[in-house]
């Protein structure tokens, strides 16, 4: 392991390696989960017709998990369809007054169709209404209906809000924060790239394959000297993941690792079969410029695959992202290591193409020393 030694030499003798390793991606990380985070908010314009004591708690109930702003009805229908609140409720008059005598009753809610990040706020609406009809049947008179509101308020309704907001706010931002890191990772193959680049203008490169050293055997320290590097990336990162999303990782964490390094070592195969088609440093930053942000978006780590045309997602079946995205959401949701197998597998099998690519092509390059 003589080429794995001196990698890590070279790499590590430079500080600003060590700037574009470790803090960047640190930084880079933190910056777009906090931006994440921050645009979790839901927005939920009320247009109140009833204006009574029991429409007051009900937009108290919603903004524990919500922003409220007042609308009237005209101007909420086109702060929906111009994306400015996230759901719009209209809230008529007699509502009040439908649930303290026991009737049924309802409340009207605006959304854009093809969105569903209403739904937990919608959820916890309908939960609530739901409880209040049933509290006006078994009560007898307004001050019995307020009591019962106020015991159930105390011992219910923060529970469910805490359940469906945090669950699902956790999940699009654990989701998000792999995608972040995956975007890291495949930069990382701009600098598995710049070893051999090095080594080809040096002429080093085609002194190693004319020596006992074959291409193979070149080729594959440089693969585990990057993928030892992005473990050290991936571990730092993963813990400032959890410390500036404030979630306990560890019930994931073995199978996150196992995710993350199979998509480690199809990234640094992938960017040194680049290095085979390429002769400068240059011609191999625009190839990996050109792979990188399309796998990324493709992958689903800049936003949901769901949203993406259905051609589309097919496309990214053979991006080796979304084996990664796809099943750290799996994880998220409650699978086991055993159902992330075929994620690791497919992960491991793009490792192997990618590099026997780049053998293939070395294999019919003309070798030369100067």
Known sequence: MVIVKNNFKRLFKNKLNWVWFIILPVI???????????????????VDLDQTEYTE????????????????????KD????SEVDYGI??????????????????????????????PVKLNIESFLSSSIHLGKVTSNENDFYNALDTYNEGFVDVENVNINEESNNIGTLSLSVGVLALCILLMMTFSTTLIIKDKDSNMYQRCLTSPISSFNYHFQHLISYFLVSIIQIVLLLMVMGYIIDIDLSP??????????????????????????????????????????????LGGSLWDRSIMPESLQQVSLFVPTTWLVEGARKLFEGSNLMELLPNVGILLAFTVVFFMIGQIVVAFSPKTVK
């Open 90 to 119: 209209l809230i008529e008059k007699g509502l009040t007054d439908s649930l303290v005598d026991g009737e049924e009753a309802s409340i009207k809610g605006y959304s854009i169709k093809e969105s569903n990040i209403s739904i």
């Open 57 to 76: 708690l009900l937009k108290g109930n919603i903004r524990e998990m919500a922003e409220v702003h007042p609308y009237n009805e005209e101007e909420m």
């Open 28 to 46: 880079l990380l933190g910056m777009l989960i906090q931006g994440t985070v921050s645009s979790n908010t839901f927005r939920v314009a009320v």
């Open 79 to 82: 702060a929906v369809l111009n």
């Open 252 to 297: 994931y964490l073995l199978e996150l690792l196992i995710l993350f390094f199979a998509f480690s070592l199809s990234g640094v195969a992938l960017g040194i079969a680049v290095t085979s088609f390429c002769r400068t440093s240059k011609q191999a930053n625009a190839i990996i410029g050109v792979l990188v942000i399309p796998m990324s978006m």
